[in-house]
T-cell receptor
Framework: DAGVTQSPTHLIKTRGQHVTLRCSPI?????VSWYQQVLGQGPQFIFQ???????GRGNFPDRFSARQFPNYSSELNVNALLLGDSALYLC?????????????FGPGTRLTVT | AQKVTQAQTEISVVEKEDVTLDCVYE???????LFWYKQPPSGELVFLIR??????QNEISGRYSWNFQKSTSSFNFTITASQVVDSAVYFC?????????????FGQGTTLQVKP
């Protein structure tokens, strides 16, 4: 079975631009979470979506938004990019919206903002 | 406040040595879940184990073992007879039942280097 997939793998953008990152969860999983991992640090929670509804939001500015589609895939959008947005963006899926279940992570999208 | 602390930034061992990675957590919730993930150079986080706050039994899986002690708020991870393939960044993480948002709180990670 395919794991969590993310696209693109790498991306280079300029300050002020907008970016869209995509994630497809493991088949049958209805929950998708997004994390930002800055070099040398642990991942930071951005959003969780379950059954197309936002269930949780981390401490990120409104420039960050996301949505989940009927097939449970998800997009993360970041507007007005800043240099500090350069990071590895990880998507994770779970078969439940509950905190008790493990999340399975994709390979990430490495975003570089110049 | 919820927090996970991995005080060891980097550990270097020689193959076949045993190594323990420390994890200390803070939470006000009485029901919570603890996780360990491995992040190899490829970047993908690999799930290793989940523990709930009501189950303090230690667990062993092959060369891996975990020691959960509620009294000291610790969830340490030991690799026995380490191998070069164990080289990676290891993260301890916490989620709280009360919030139920799917939010994982990660520690800073411990970089393990196993030398041949």
């Amino acid at each position: 079975d395919a794991g969590v997939t993310q696209s693109p793998t790498h991306l280079i953008k300029t300050r002020g631009q907008h970016v869209t990152l995509r994630c497809s969860p493991i088949s049958g999983h209805k929950s998708v979470s997004w994390y930002q991992q800055v070099l040398g640090q642990g991942p930071q929670f951005i959003f969780q979506y379950y059954e197309k509804e936002e269930r949780g939001r981390g401490n990120f500015p409104d420039r960050f938004s996301a949505r989940q589609f009927p097939n449970y895939s998800s997009e993360l959008n970041v507007n007005a990019l800043l240099l500090g947005d350069s990071a590895l963006y990880l998507c994770a899926s779970s078969d439940s919206g509950s905190n008790r279940y493990e999340q399975y992570f994709g390979p990430g999208t490495r975003l570089t903002v110049t | 406040a919820q927090k996970v602390t991995q005080a060891q930034t980097e550990i270097s061992v020689v193959e076949k040595e045993d190594v323990t990675l420390d994890c200390v957590y803070e939470t006000r919730d009485t029901t919570y879940y603890l996780f360990w993930y491995k992040q190899p150079p490829s970047g993908e986080l690999v799930f290793l184990i989940r523990r709930n706050s009501f189950d303090e039994q230690n667990e062993i899986s092959g060369r891996y073992s975990w020691n959960f002690q509620k009294s000291t708020s610790s969830f340490n991870f030991t690799i026995t007879a380490s191998q070069v393939v164990d080289s990676a960044v290891y993260f301890c993480a916490l989620s709280e039942a009360l919030t139920n948002t799917g939010k994982l709180i990660f520690g800073q990670g411990t970089t393990l280097q196993v030398k041949p």
